[in-house]
């Protein structure tokens, strides 16, 4: 299985900042990469495919890039609507699987 | 508009079964891959098993955990996806979450989820 690794698993930041979450695939996975938000007691939402390709409606302050092992969703100008958990997802091979998740809190 | 309607969680004592559902509107459910996505009490996301569309022949994929005691099927007439669980454990307590794919992206709606609670 390949295994995904987040970092930070928590991070602490004010309104306004730029904050961006690390994710590291075992080995390559190309750009099956998807990114997603989870608010408490929520389902998630999907944020990002295919590494860098926003999902319908997501506003552009969310991005995310990289490709192979090693990708990054960056979050710019926090609002007190961003302030959740972030979760990265490979979809190159079966089983897929999701990193632990990254929760984003206000400082 | 998409929506997801999950039903039949509940519980369960250890070893017994449980069939979920998945109720799809607002797409065109045939041309959709639908998966089984769950969630322990306060962990992280768990991918389960997926049901291929019917470009795909409506192949099966499972998670290593749940391989031979979870089946997904689908019934594209009535919009539905279902996952039968047998052999349950407690670790298998979790909301599990129906979630749809459409070409080229990845989990792109979900539903509100369904408790499943494996205890005696």
């Known amino acids: 299985d390949i295994q995904m690794t987040q970092s930070p698993s928590s991070l602490s930041a004010s309104v306004g900042d730029r904050v961006t979450v690390t994710c590291r695939a075992s080995r390559g996975v190309a750009s099956s990469l998807a990114w997603f938000q989870q608010k408490p007691g929520k389902a998630p939402t999907s944020l990002i495919y295919a590494a860098s390709t926003l999902d319908t409606g997501v506003p552009s302050k969310f991005s995310g890039s990289g490709s192979g092992s090693e990708f990054t969703l960056t979050i710019s100008s926090l609002q007190p609507e961003d302030f959740a958990t972030y979760y990265c997802l490979q979809y190159k091979s079966y089983p897929f699987t999701f990193g632990q998740g990254t929760k984003l809190e206000v400082k | 508009e998409v929506h997801l309607v999950e039903s039949g969680g509940g519980l369960v004592q250890p070893g017994g079964s449980l069939r979920l559902s998945c109720a799809a509107s607002g797409f065109t459910f045939s041309d959709h891959v639908m998966d089984w996505v769950r969630q322990a009490p306060g962990k992280g996301l768990e991918w389960v098993a997926r049901?291929?569309?019917?470009?795909?022949?409506?192949?099966?994929e499972y998670a290593t955990s749940v391989t031979g005691r979870f089946t997904i099927s689908r019934d594209d007439s009535k919009s539905s996806v279902y996952l039968q669980m047998n052999s349950l454990e407690s670790e298998d307590t979790a909301v599990y979450y129906c979630?749809?794919?459409?070409?080229?992206?990845?989990?792109?709606?979900w539903g509100q989820g369904t408790q499943v609670t494996v205890s005696s």
């Open positions: 979630t749809s794919t459409q070409m080229g992206k990845v989990f792109d709606h």
């Open positions: 049901a291929g569309n019917k470009a795909s022949g409506h192949a099966t």
